[in-house]
Nanobody, 127 residues
Framework: QVQMVESGGGLVQPGGSLRLSCSPS????????MGWFRQAPGKEREFVAS????????HYGASVQGRFTISRDNAKNTLHLQMNNLKPGDTALYLC????????????????????WGQGTQVSVSS
């Protein structure tokens, strides 16, 4: 069973930055990481950002637009999320999501469109 593996989370002060990474474990084949979601305690899972396989199309959630940048390294089948100007409201477990064969879904914001997930990496923003 292929699973996504996230890294890069941690504790940061407001205004700080973090860079998250995600790659598939095991024999990933055509499993392509494409999206980031986050979930805070007691809240529903929230769409953060997504990117298509050739990096020409990106989408962002309204709350992170202008502060976060999603990117990918296809040679390493790795997804990144650069997070700048972090706020306490960004505190959450960040999860990487992937699809088979990398087809970019019309409903890119819906967790139902992604079949492969990681365990997440915790991001905490606090002074």
């Amino acid at each position: 069973q292929v699973q996504m593996v996230e890294s890069g989370g941690g504790l940061v002060q407001p205004g700080g930055s973090l860079r998250l990474s995600c790659s598939p474990s095991g024999r990933a084949g055509n499993i392509v990481p494409m999206g980031w979601f986050r979930q805070a305690p007691g809240k529903e899972r929230e769409f953060v950002a997504s990117i298509n396989s050739n990096s020409l199309v990106t989408h962002y959630g309204a709350s992170v637009q202008g502060r976060f940048t999603i990117s990918r390294d296809n040679a390493k089948n790795t997804l990144h999320l650069q997070m700048n100007n972090l706020k306490p409201g960004d505190t959450a477990l960040y999860l990487c999501a992937a699809r088979y064969a990398g087809y970019y879904p019309a409903r890119y914001y819906s967790e139902d469109e992604y079949s492969y997930w990681g365990q997440g990496t915790q991001v905490s923003v606090s002074s």
